[in-house]
């Protein structure tokens, strides 16, 4: 019995290894090689964005036993319909109670996230979920900073420099890791 332990956790070693790269990769890319990276004073929000990946990830996991048993719709619907009730105080206290009150700028943000192909993208979520191990699911959410640069290049014009590249690098061999083993 203790051997098939043994291989067991041997067994999901690169995939471990794999989750860490990617997030190192993630670390890489967004504080683009520069150690004054974790003493700017940007820090505590670009570690709420690394930390996101995570509760992402637990997100996944705990979603994964709750996507086996409903639908990939109505697990996406309870999603959203939670999501909004949770955010609703926050909105109320940033100003809500008066939408006429409410800056262009973020009237275009509120029809963007009212997207069909935010509900599209949650729905292919929870079905990949529903058919797959949530390690390997969840690995994906590291791939967003690198295309995110890659858009912020061609958009923004921003310079994508060797430590983007590198990271993106370390980030896909960890998503292949991953989804590999």
């Not at 109670?97 to 509120?110: E, G, M, Q, R, W």
């Not at 390690?135 to 994906?140: G, H, R, S």
């Given at each position: 019995d203790n051997l098939n332990t043994s291989s067991t956790v041997l067994y999901h070693y690169p995939k471990i290894f794999g989750v860490i790269l990617s997030f190192i990769g993630v670390i890489i890319i967004v504080s683009r090689g520069n150690i004054e990276f974790f003493t700017n004073r940007t820090f505590i929000g670009d570690m709420l964005m690394i930390f996101d990946g995570f509760l992402w990830a637990v997100y996944t996991v705990l979603g994964k036993k709750i996507a086996q048993e409903l639908h990939p719709e109505t697990l996406t619907a309870y999603a959203f319909l939670f999501g909004s009730i949770l955010l609703t105080p926050f909105a109320l206290y940033e100003g809500l109670?008066?939408?006429?009150?409410?800056?262009?700028?973020?009237?275009?943000?509120?029809l963007y996230l009212l997207n069909p192909m935010f509900v599209f993208a949650y729905v292919m979520w929870y079905t990949a979920l529903s058919k797959m191990e949530a390690?390997?699911?969840?690995?994906?959410i590291y791939v967003i900073p690198l295309f995110t640069a890659v858009m912020a290049y061609f958009v923004l014009k921003e310079i994508v420099d060797i430590y983007t590249a590198i990271g993106g690098f370390v980030t896909i061999v960890g998503v292949y890791l991953t989804e590999r083993y």
């Open positions: 109670a008066n939408p006429l009150s409410l800056s262009t700028v973020t009237l275009i943000s509120i390690t390997k699911v969840a690995v994906y």
